[in-house]
Nanobody, 131 residues
Framework: RVQLMESGGGSVQSGGSLRLSCQIS????????MGWFRQFPGKDREGVAA???????KYADSVKGRFTISQDNAKNTLYLQMNSLKPEDTAMYYC?????????????????????????WGQGTQVTVSS
């Protein structure tokens, strides 16, 4: 059974940086396309960034130029480097995975539209950005 575990969340001041990690276990990392999502209180989950097995990426417009998604297949780990953080980035961040091939843009749509019915999800890690 595939399991995802996020880490790296925390509290930071506006303009600061955080790096989120998501480790996948229970199956071969290379078989999965992965993405990051976030959920604001009282709102639906939204896609942040996704990556496929070839390293192709897709970002939400709100994070382009500030966030970078990457993966380390040897460590079975997905990362989200978040720079120039803003208070509006405050949310619970989740990683999600489903079997490739899924274009990154489609992964973000499916994850946002289907929620927990899509693929596999971690439990989330809280990111809080203060002004």
């Amino acid at each position: 059974r595939v399991q995802l575990m996020e880490s790296g969340g925390g509290s930071v001041q506006s303009g600061g940086s955080l790096r989120l990690s998501c480790q996948i276990s229970g199956d071969s990392y290379g078989d999965y396309c992965m993405g990051w999502f976030r959920q604001f209180p009282g709102k639906d989950r939204e896609g942040v960034a996704a990556i496929d097995g070839d390293g192709n990426t897709k970002y939400a417009d709100s994070v382009k130029g500030r966030f970078t998604i990457s993966q380390d297949n040897a460590k079975n780990t997905l990362y989200l480097q978040m720079n120039s953080l803003k208070p509006e980035d405050t949310a619970m961040y989740y990683c999600a995975a489903d079997q490739c091939p899924i274009p990154p843009w489609l992964l973000l749509q499916l994850g946002a539209n289907r929620g927990r019915d899509f693929g596999y999800w971690g439990q989330g890690t809280q990111v809080t950005v203060s002004s």
